[in-house]
Every structure is written in structure tokens, then in C-alpha cells.
């Protein structure tokens, strides 16, 4: 990284990775905090739960019309914006009387974060190279996965203190830095903006942009399976995650410091699958990283559903860990190389209205499920879903680096001879 800032090249992406480091740690820390000031509160888990699908909720509110928007703005100002929206309505949940109005509040706060992340999406891909995107995307991977151990740590520390709503102003205080760091950041789009910004946003508008969306799939439909086969990935994992505390308690029959035990193996082989990345990040292809990380992170979440002591447990969690640190890094610079910058906003967008609302439903359904039947048999027959899906991922990643030809999956864009 020192070596790095010598390069002009990797000034502004070194400042942009940590302003989203920042604000990582800072949500790591928020999450962990609204969790036990919940639970305190009510002393109900599913009041806990109800956290959780404020996120998907939001999204769907969101995303059906914010693409729109970010792709007809100033993608920095917009993420400054909602930095600064975020860290208010972060700062007001310690005033919060009610749970209801805590949910107002992180509904609120999950809709801004919805349109933060394919406005950052776009942002980066304009300010960041081809050849230097998978780079830019593997230490962004570090960064997140050691938000992921310290923040969750550092949350912990102030609970046992006593001060929950510390770890709250902490995460506006990290929030509002962030947006400092953006303002340093250059403008890319004045031109486009001045044009942009002299429509006034419509349904038409917004109906219009969606038309658009479903004929770049169509027209470009390898590269959106792939897109989409990757989303119902994260589906079926977040709705396997749902079950995941339930799963240790009653079929593994870990304690409460097993259960975190377990938790930070997970933290470990994220950040161990983070770090190979960001070393090897020049020869590995997207293909592999895409598809291959995708398999080995589904046959790692089989181990963990098929497990009946902790040591099984914690080799599936390291496993599917460490390779979602590749899954992911190769979903993104995929987006990033495959999407076209001027739409990105509203493909990202549309397709992440989609990812939630399938989160929803497959979370119910495997809740329902795991209470009618028992959580092992349904964790397990969910991961075989997940890994037909992996495999069906690798095979049209696959056949989409054929038909576009191998130089898109490399860092260095030479195509390799045959």
C-alpha cells in the first residue's frame, strides 16, 4: 500500500478505499450495538429478526426508482449526501422511545444505505481503470473483512462497558468522516450532469429506464444470467444464514461462546481469503474467481449443514468464508467490466430490487419450513439448492468468457493464445 501512494495512479483510490474502510467499521460496530439495544429493549428475538428484513424492505422501496436518480447525478455529491443523511438518523436511534420508531429509523437508514451502494458502484468504475479495478476490488476485500473482525470487537468492548449508544455515535462519527473523505474526491460527469438534471424525474422517466434495463439484459443476456445466477447465490445464503444461530443452538448444541467462537473462524477465513486476493489478484481470471469461488463457498456451507460437532461446523464456516472472499471480489470487477458505466446505476439497481425481494421469500420459506419440519433437513436440502446454482453460475461464467473472449478476465487485458 505504501508503494502504492508513490503512484499517482493510486492516490485517489487509496483515499476512496479508506473512506469506505471507515465507514465499514463504523457499520460493523452499529449493527452489533442496535442488535443488543433491541434485544435489551424487548427481550424478543423476533424483534431482533424484524431487523433484518427492515434491509430487504428498504430496498424494495428504494431501487425501483432510485437508478434513476443516480445515474442523472453527481454519483459523489449523491454519496456525500447520503453519508451525511445516514450518520443523522444513525445519531437520533439513542432518542428512539419505541421500537417501532427504532424501525422507522433503520428502514430510513437502509433505504439511503441502498442507494449508497450501486452509486459507489458506478463511481468506482468511472474512476478506476480496467487494469486496475480486480486490484482496487481484492484490498477493497481486505479492508471489508477486517471491518468485519474489529468492528464487531470493538461493539462488544463498549456493551461490556456499559455505553451501547456510544457504538451508535461511533458509527455517525465514522459516517460523517467518510463524507469528509469523499469531498476530496474528483467530480467525473459535470457535463453529463448539466444535461441530466434539466429533466425533472417522472414515472415516465422511471418506467422508461426500466424498459431500458430489460433490453440491455436482453441484448446482453450471458452477462446478466451471470449477474443474476451470482444474486440468487447471496439469496440462498442470506436465508441460510437466517437459520444459522438456530442450527448451532439445536443441532450442533454449542453454548453462547461456542456459537461466537464459531462466528470469528468465519471472520478468519474471510480475511485470510482477503489477503491470498490481494497477493495472487494478477493471475487469477474472473472465471475462476466468479464460478470457482462461488462452488467452493456453496460445498463450504454443505460441510457446515451436514456437521454434527463444532470442528465440522468451524472447517464449513472457514471454508465458505474464505471463498466468498473470491466470489465476491470476481462479482464485482464482473459488474464493474461488463455493465456500461452510463447505466450501471439503474441495472444494479433494478437487479438488487429483485435480490431483495427473493430474500424475503426464501427466508419465510425456510423459516416456516425449518418450524414444520427440523432446521437440519431444511438447511441441508437449501444448501443443495445453493449448489446447483453454484454450478450452473461456473458453467455460463464459463461460456460468457468464451463468447467475449478471454481478455476481459484478466487484469492486464492480453488475450491469451489458444
Not at 443474476?228 to 443452538?249: G, H, N, Y
Amino acid at each position: 500500500m505504501k508503494g502504492m501512494w508513490k503512484d499517482k495512479e493510486w492516490r485517489e483510490p487509496i483515499v476512496l478505499l479508506t473512506g469506505i474502510g471507515i465507514a465499514n467499521f463504523g457499520a460493523w460496530v452499529y449493527l452489533i450495538a442496535l442488535n443488543l439495544i433491541v434485544l435489551d429493549m424487548t427481550g424478543s428475538a423476533l424483534a431482533v429478526a424484524g431487523l433484518y428484513i427492515v434491509k430487504p424492505l428498504a430496498t424494495v422501496l428504494t431501487n425501483f426508482w432510485s437508478g434513476s436518480v443516480i445515474d442523472r447525478v453527481n454519483q459523489r455529491n449523491l454519496m456525500i449526501t447520503l453519508d451525511l443523511l445516514r450518520a443523522v438518523l444513525i445519531a437520533c436511534l439513542p432518542f428512539a422511545a419505541s421500537l417501532w420508531l427504532i424501525y422507522a429509523f433503520v428502514l430510513l437508514i437502509n433505504m439511503a444505505g441502498s442507494m449508497f451502494e450501486p452509486a459507489s458502484m458506478t463511481y468506482i468504475t468511472k474512476l478506476i481503470p480496467e487494469k486496475n479495478r480486480q486490484r482496487f476490488n481484492a484490498l477493497r476485500s481486505l479492508i471489508d473483512s477486517g471491518a468485519f473482525l474489529i468492528g464487531p470487537a470493538v461493539a462488544g468492548v463498549l456493551f461490556m462497558m456499559g455505553i451501547p449508544e456510544t457504538a451508535i455515535y461511533l458509527n455517525a462519527a465514522a459516517l460523517v468522516f467518510s463524507a469528509f473523505i469523499l469531498r476530496s474526491m474528483p467530480k467525473l460527469e459535470e457535463a453529463a450532469i448539466a444535461i441530466e438534471t434539466a429533466h425533472r424525474m417522472s414515472w415516465e422517466i422511471i418506467r422508461t429506464d426500466w424498459r431500458l434495463v430489460l433490453n440491455f439484459s436482453k441484448s446482453a443476456r450471458l452477462v446478466m444470467t451471470v449477474f443474476f445466477l451470482f444474486s440468487c447465490m447471496m439469496v440462498m445464503a442470506t436465508a441460510i444464514d437466517s437459520q444459522e444461530a438456530t442450527f448451532s443452538k439445536r443441532v450442533l448444541g454449542l453454548s453462547d461462546g461456542e456459537y461466537g467462537f464459531l462466528v470469528s473462524v468465519a471472520g478468519a477465513g474471510i480475511i485470510f481469503g482477503a489477503i491470498v486476493n490481494t497477493i495472487f489478484t494478477k493471475k487469477l481470471r474472473l472465471v475462476a474467481l466468479i464460478g470457482g469461488g462461488s462452488v467452493m463457498m456453496s460445498l463450504g456451507y454443505l460441510v457446515y449443514a451436514l456437521s454434527d460437532s463444532f470442528a465440522g461446523a468451524a472447517a464449513g464456516f472457514f471454508i465458505l468464508a474464505f471463498s466468498l472472499a473470491f466470489a465476491n471480489m470476481g462479482f464485482h470487477t464482473f459488474t464493474q467490466n461488463h455493465i456500461p458505466v452510463d447505466i450501471m446505476g439503474r441495472t444494479v439497481s433494478a437487479f438488487s430490487l429483485v435480490e431483495a425481494v427473493l430474500v424475503i421469500v426464501a427466508t419465510a420459506i425456510i423459516g416456516v419450513a425449518s418450524e414444520l419440519v427440523t432446521v437440519q433437513p431444511v438447511v441441508i436440502v437449501s444448501v443443495l439448492v445453493m449448489c446447483s446454482i453454484s454450478l450452473v453460475l461456473w458453467a455460463m461464467s464459463f461460456k460468457q468468457s468464451k463468447e467475449t473472449g478471454a481478455s476481459q478476465f484478466t487484469l492486464t487485458g492480453e488475450k491469451p493464445s489458444t
